[in-house]
């Protein structure tokens, strides 16, 4: 006979195993975006021309892209806008959405002290918007000459460094936008905004994804020239299913011999 004892720790176990379920089920995913059609820029056309990741998927810091490689991989709002400000708008349909990681730096940049001139816009299926300024030397910075006296550091939280080559001349930046309030909703599109011009605050948009199912930001290290990240293999639900239950029922038995 089972004691009352064993039944609550069973109910207990099953809640505990259910719980773990539904983390399963909301587990971080993410869907990256194509933006070669909008490419008109090359990272590799300052003259670093090799080095750069590329791939679909590119894990840069342990989250994945689709990154081109090729001559046309990047969109320069200085390119699109003739010299001056410019508007790139992508079409989405992503639902559950949770946040954005986007990989933006800049040509010239412009410090924080000076104002935000780019922004980036989130609109969802029940026609709300998130807006998010981008602040040089905080948020974005410019992806070649450090020491060129334009912008040079991020803030290292919600924007991360995810690649750089050996010298430090050359870098990829990430930024991350949580959705908050708006998280759960279906993403339509994203709307970087550029307000600036020749030899000020210009920016580039290498890649960018998605992230459902769950809220926090991935992090990782920043990837160095020949370096590759790949995600380890995670066991399949079932199996852990399987596992739950094989040990739940060795603790029914040995509560039955007692």
């Known amino acids: 006979m089972i004691s009352t004892k064993s039944i609550k720790l069973f109910s207990g176990l099953t809640l505990t195993m259910l719980l773990a379920f539904a983390q399963l089920a909301s587990a971080q ?35 994945p892209f689709i990154q081109d490689g090729g001559n046309n991989e990047v969109w320069n709002g200085y390119y ?38 780019a922004s980036i816009s989130f609109n ?29 550091t991020i803030n290292g939280t919600t924007t991360q460094n995810v690649y750089q080559n050996p010298d430090g001349n050359y870098v990829i930046d990430r930024q991350w936008f949580d959705f908050g309030l708006d998280a759960g909703k279906t993403l339509t599109s994203v709307t970087l905004t550029d307000n600036g011009g020749a030899s000020f605050q210009d920016m580039l948009l290498s890649g960018a994804t998605v992230q459902t199912g769950a809220g926090g930001q991935v992090t990782g290290p920043a990837l160095l020239p020949g370096q590759t990240w790949t995600p380890d293999a995670a066991p399949e639900p079932s199996a852990l299913a399987l596992t739950a239950l094989g040990g739940l029922g060795t603790l029914i038995r040995l509560r039955r011999r007692n």
């Open 29 to 63: 995913d993410f869907q990256t975006v194509d933006l070669i059609p909008y490419g008109n820029f090359s990272l590799g056309a300052s003259g670093a021309a090799t080095g750069f990741p590329a791939g679909a998927p590119t894990y840069l810091g342990h989250v």
């Open 80 to 117: 699109a806008g003739g010299g001056d400000g410019a508007t790139l708008t992508v079409p989405l349909n992503v639902a559950n959405a949770y946040g954005f990681y986007s990989l933006i730096n800049t040509w010239w940049g412009q410090d924080a002290g000076n104002g935000s001139y």
């Open 124 to 152: 969802f299926s029940d026609s709300s918007l998130l807006t998010f300024n981008l602040f040089g030397n905080q948020d974005i910075r410019d992806f070649n000459n450090p020491g060129s006296g334009y912008t040079t």
